[in-house]
């Protein structure tokens, strides 16, 4: 296989690629845009190759992009020199990145995964905010974290605005969807601590009593989590706010705990 040159704004694959922007789009092909060369690869790191890889001539120069067409044409996948022109459509940004690169989506299932083989793991329900998703996934990876566990309808982990958040940790920590009805049926393989917060519970988020595996259970910023979820926790710990603020964004106060309860 070869590099492709492509000039023109209606090739079919160019459009296929600007489609992923859309979430059924992404659900339909199972795949997901990531925009960088250090996105990229970041995902080459993790052994993870694109599936098409599409890069403007002024990022010829560089050395790691040579890594990159190598990897993909190794991996049986597609690359695509294309013009500025080309670049800003797929990206409907008028200064886009010169690299991008579509990815087949890697989501697990609750029964896939060993609670054991990491002492924390965090659990989302019903996040809506793409920033503060893929902020989580970054902290998570940054912690040693097992994975995220995204319970109910949750923001896309791979809208282009989560991956650009991660800022590769995508590729790092494992993305596990379920519904609710899944979340509390897997409840009792979970033999640590499962630790939710709440404004009135006694423990301190430093000093509770977490035991091994920890999986943090973190709701809306709006209502926190709902009482079946809330119910479905062993311990309650909460953030002390010494200050006028009432409440802290998502994707803080998850990474507090996350930090917390592994003891870093």
């Not at 890594?67 to 695509?80: M, N, P």
């Not at 087949?104 to 002492?119: C, F, M, S």
């Not at 650009?164 to 609710?180: I, N, P, Q």
């Amino acid at each position: 296989m070869t590099v492709k040159q492509i000039t023109s704004l209606t090739n079919q694959t160019v459009k296929d690629i600007r489609a992923l922007h859309m979430r059924k789009e992404r659900e339909a092909t199972g795949q997901f845009l990531a925009e960088g060369l250090k996105i990229i690869i970041d995902a080459l790191d993790q052994g993870i190759a694109p599936v098409i890889l599409v890069y403007g001539k002024d990022a010829d120069h560089h050395p790691l992009l040579k890594r990159a067409i190598d990897a993909t044409l190794s991996a049986q996948g597609e690359v695509l020199e294309v013009t500025r022109e080309i670049l800003e459509k797929i990206s409907r940004k008028d200064n886009p990145q010169m690299v991008v690169a579509v990815f087949a989506q890697r989501v697990k299932r609750l029964g896939e995964i060993d609670p054991n083989t990491h002492e924390v793991w965090v659990a989302l329900e019903q996040v809506r905010d793409p920033g503060n998703l893929g902020t989580i996934i970054r902290t998570a990876d940054a912690a040693g974290a097992g994975g995220v566990i995204l319970i109910g309808d949750c923001v896309d982990p791979f809208s282009v605005e989560t991956v650009r958040a991660t800022m590769g940790s995508v590729f790092a920590v494992a993305v596990v969807r379920c519904t609710h009805d899944e979340f509390l049926a897997d409840r009792g393989r979970w033999t640590g601590s499962v630790v939710g917060t709440l404004l009135t519970a006694t423990h301190n988020h430093r000093t509770a009593p977490y035991s091994r595996p920890t999986l943090i259970v973190m709701g809306t910023e709006q209502s926190g989590l709902t009482p079946e979820i809330a119910g479905a926790c062993d311990l309650n710990v909460k953030i002390p706010m010494r200050g006028r603020a009432d409440s802290l964004n998502l994707s803080v106060a998850t990474g507090i705990m996350i930090y917390a309860a592994s003891g870093l």
